[in-house]
């Protein structure tokens, strides 16, 4: 048989393949002819083929039909072919072939072999794909070589020995005693590597962790080997842009910060090579950058001195005028995590922030967006207002929804005064009513309607922008139902606050008129126009044009303008001895829950509310007739109502899996509520029905004691209780979720269901990630009514995934503290 053609041939010619079917051809003939070599058991050019056959497998055609003869090759003598035989081990091969089995014993002969090249070939190939069998077979011979004096075969054992604890974690102690005197190598491909097992080590074990604090004391190892990179001179071999092992020092900091996370003495040995770094970097190349950002992680996460938290927080500063762009939206990132922690030192670069809202790069104009709003306080709510007001008008569209929500947050917040709290609003709908939230219109009319010496003026106010422009919608909507409430203010004109305008009633019924049959109006404006038309009855002396109004839309084709209007007709009618006190004013409305969940996080030294980022989490909108069902099986929206004090019923098939989750809880008791009649939740029966009040929850501590519902595999669920105001029947249970085990619990999702008796909604949980070894908790709000004061029973159902394996559990809790329910 003639000799198989080189390597560089084959690529010669596959390159001038003009088409890919020319391309295939050529690699099929030559998978062809290697298949035939292979029959043939020939030894000679096997080595030259399999190295053909891996450059067809990184063109992306199959090979598998190579991997029994790289076992071969790894057999083999000879270390060329050895080379090529584990090279095409780590390509062809994985654990999910029993194939790799084969090659245990070849690997721990050569882990053994005389020369050190072979046993780096055998290092790296198990370090690579080695499955947990083979490292359990093998560990023994990698610990050997950890030890070794050869730096070239302790680097490679370490990198192999990191592989091992990731398959066979329970390995981990093999590998302690050989840690010792790793750090005390001069080479520094051997720390690196030893780093590198070391905080592998640490992640894995809660006991490694403590073990390597208080009895190894790497710390002041590390501190030293850091102390000696900083103050080095210029040492060739290990130079990038002229810092000294930049790779190196990264791993140790990241190592640090491990260390020192909730360790006071740890934490304390490490202040002030942390301080040296941040001071003695050079800033200049994009090297020294990298080295500070891991400075300043490891300062935020360990806990270090206030003057050192504050260096961290300037070197981001720095970074926000760097002219790099991914520099600044690290920076942004870094500054917006620890704003909370450190509010005082982050407002020193308040300017500098501002100014990225000007960047023409999206990702850093969306972060800074979002470190200003965290930025906004009582002191400067006026200029950040001004400067948001004027990014508002500015930015892309993508913007203005999150823009728009976070002003009318920050504005009810921290409102010097109503009239600044209701012009910022009105230029908000003015600029990008259209992206608003649906919750901002009846919110902005809670506002004026309980601003009583603002109604003039705002009623006022409002006339004029719906004479300028009545394309953005929900300002139409405010402005209608405000020239309802207070149209006799506006033409009797008794604005103080400004120039008063003189308006008759006529042209204000124009305005309201024209509305009705604008094509940029809504359906659901039309019915702000024509209610508004209609209390105008009673505060105009036109009520005969208004009787014609309304009479024509008692035939319109929008059948909820029709309805509106059959029943104005009725109260024109019928009723008109009792329309005057109908349509009087609105009285001043309860203020409601802030808009979505809050917690309490500790700035300053001072218990503030804030608002939780519930934008990713997932949420299902669910039709009214659900709304208020059993239970929210789903968990809450944040802009579904509170607690309803009227309960629709739906049929008894429907919710198949809701009945499997309530099991044997019983489901007859008590007296069934009164069927009500399905509406959609975008459109009330009347629409003042809109802006009634919701039940107001108070953070009320009741001396209810906490209970443990679950405690199963690791996962803790723990409730405890708060009473609301002012309703007593409502129990606010807050779950907490913690995790024991060694890994994360992710996908993690609560649910839970009452008897017929009880109500039961669910608020959006503060993440979907239950933290591993007690590192954090999950929260989540539960608000169960219960009316007829019963015994509290609730089962509850979780889901989550820990190590890549889905797990389903139900529990019933029936032990509830008495007065979580009398």
């Known amino acids: ?53 891996l450059y067809m497998h990184m063109l992306g055609y199959p090979a598998h039909f190579g991997q029994l003869e790289c076992l071969k090759l790894i057999a083999s003598q000879k270390f060329t072919d050895k080379r090529i035989g584990y090279l095409g081990a780590m390509l062809l091969l994985d654990e999910r072939q029993d194939v790799h089995l084969l090659m245990t014993n070849c690997i721990k002969n050569d882990l053994n072999h005389s020369t050190q090249y072979v046993q780096g070939l055998a290092l790296c190939t198990l370090g690579c794909m080695g499955s947990s069998e083979m490292c359990r077979d093998l560990a023994g011979e990698v610990e050997k070589l950890l030890k070794t004096s050869n730096s070239y075969l302790r680097k490679k054992a370490a990198l192999c020995a990191v592989h091992v604890i990731r398959k066979v974690p329970e390995l981990m102690e093999m590998f302690l ?40 004391k790497l710390v002041p190892q590390l501190v030293r080997i850091l102390k000696n990179l900083i103050m080095s001179g210029y040492s060739p071999e290990h130079d990038v842009s002229g810092i000294s092992d930049p790779f190196l020092q990264v791993r140790i900091l990241r190592l640090l910060r491990i260390l020192g996370k909730g360790d ?65 939206y690290v920076a942004l990132t870094s500054l917006l995590k620890t704003v909370q922690t450190d509010h005082n030192a982050v ?169 009705l049959v604008s094509n940029l109006s809504t359906p659901v404006t039309r019915g702000y126009s024509l209610t508004a038309i209609m209390k105008l009855s009673t505060r105009f002396s036109s009520v005969n044009r208004i009787k014609k109004v309304v009479s024509i839309y008692g035939s319109s084709i929008d059948v909820e303008l029709q309805q509106r209007a059959v029943e104005y007709n009725a109260l024109f009618k019928k009723y008109d001895h009792m329309r005057p006190a109908l349509l009087e004013r609105m009285p001043i409305m309860e203020k409601t829950a802030s808009n979505g969940p809050t917690e309490i996080v500790q700035t300053n030294g001072e218990t503030e509310s804030t608002i939780l980022d519930t934008k990713h989490l997932p949420s299902i909108t669910q039709p009214a007739s659900q709304a208020n069902d059993l239970l929210d099986l789903l968990g809450g929206n944040d802009v579904v109502p509170v607690i309803q004090t009227t309960v629709p019923t739906k049929p008894a098939s429907a919710g198949g899996e809701l009945l499997d989750l309530l099991g044997d809880l019983s489901l007859t008791g008590g007296p069934t509520p009164t069927p009500a009649p399905s509406v959609p939740m975008s459109q009330p029966p009347f629409l003042l029905d809109g802006l009634s009040s919701q039940p107001l929850f108070n953070d009320i501590a009741a001396g209810i004691p906490p209970m443990t519902a679950y405690n199963k595999n690791g996962l803790k669920i723990e409730f405890t209780f708060e009473r609301a105001n002012p309703n007593p029947n409502i129990a606010v249970i807050t779950i ?71 797990v389903q559990d139900l529990a019933e809790v029936n032990n509830f503290p008495p007065q979580s329910w009398q």
């Open 1 to 53: 048989m003639p000799a198989p053609i080189r390597l560089r041939e084959l690529i010669r010619t596959i390159r001038t393949a003009r088409t890919q079917a020319e391309e295939r051809e050529m690699i099929q003939k030559e998978c062809a002819a290697i298949r035939s070599s292979f029959r043939e058991e020939d030894n000679t050019y096997r080595c030259r083929n399999v190295a053909k056959l």
């Open 177 to 216: 005693p050989a840690t010792k005197n790793l750090l005390s190598e001069k080479n520094h491909g051997v720390l690196h590597t030893s780093v590198v097992l070391l905080t592998e080590m640490c992640e894995r074990s809660p006991d490694m962790l403590s073990h390597f604090r208080k009895v190894h």
């Open 264 to 328: 006071d003495d740890s934490s304390e040995a490490m202040n002030d090579i942390l301080a040296q770094v941040a001071t003695n970097t050079e800033t200049s190349k994009n090297v020294g950058n990298a080295i500070l950002y891991e400075t300043v992680l490891t300062i935020m996460d360990i806990k270090s001195e206030s003057g050192l938290r504050v260096l961290a927080i300037n070197i981001l500063g720095r970074f926000l005028l760097n002219n790099d762009k991914n520099i600044r």
């Open 347 to 515: 407002q020193r670069h308040r300017s500098t922030i501002v100014d990225c809202l000007k960047d023409l790069d999206v990702s850093i104009k969306r972060r800074a967006m979002e470190l200003s709003f965290a930025l906004v306080n009582g002191n400067n709510i006026r200029g950040m207002m001004k400067e948001l007001l004027y990014f508002l008008d500015s930015c892309d569209p993508d913007f203005k929804a999150d823009c728009a929500s976070g002003i009318f947050l920050a504005a009810e917040k921290y409102a010097p005064s109503k009239r600044w709290h209701i012009d910022t609003i009105m230029r908000v709908l003015t600029t990008a009513g259209s992206y608003v939230r649906d919750d901002s219109v009846p919110n902005l009319i809670q506002l004026i309607t309980n601003s009583v010496e603002m109604h003039a003026y705002t009623v006022q106010r409002l006339y004029k922008a719906l004479l300028d422009d009545i394309s953005q919608q929900p300002l139409v909507q405010v402005a209608s139902w405000c020239i309802g409430e207070y149209g006799d203010l506006l033409v009797s004109g008794q604005c103080e606050e400004e120039e008063p305008i003189q308006v008759s009633e006529d042209e204000v019924l124009d305005v309201l008129e024209g509305l």
């Open 736 to 806: 907490h979720a913690t995790n024991s085990t060694e890994a994360d619990m992710t996908d993690f999702v609560f649910q839970a269901a009452v008897p017929k008796t009880f109500q039961l909604q669910l608020l959006s949980p503060s993440s979907n990630v239950v933290p591993a070894v007690n590192q954090g908790s999950v929260t989540q709000v539960i608000r169960v009514l219960n009316p007829q004061k019963q015994q509290l029973r609730m089962r509850i159902k979780l889901t989550y995934t820990h190590k890549g394996s889905p």
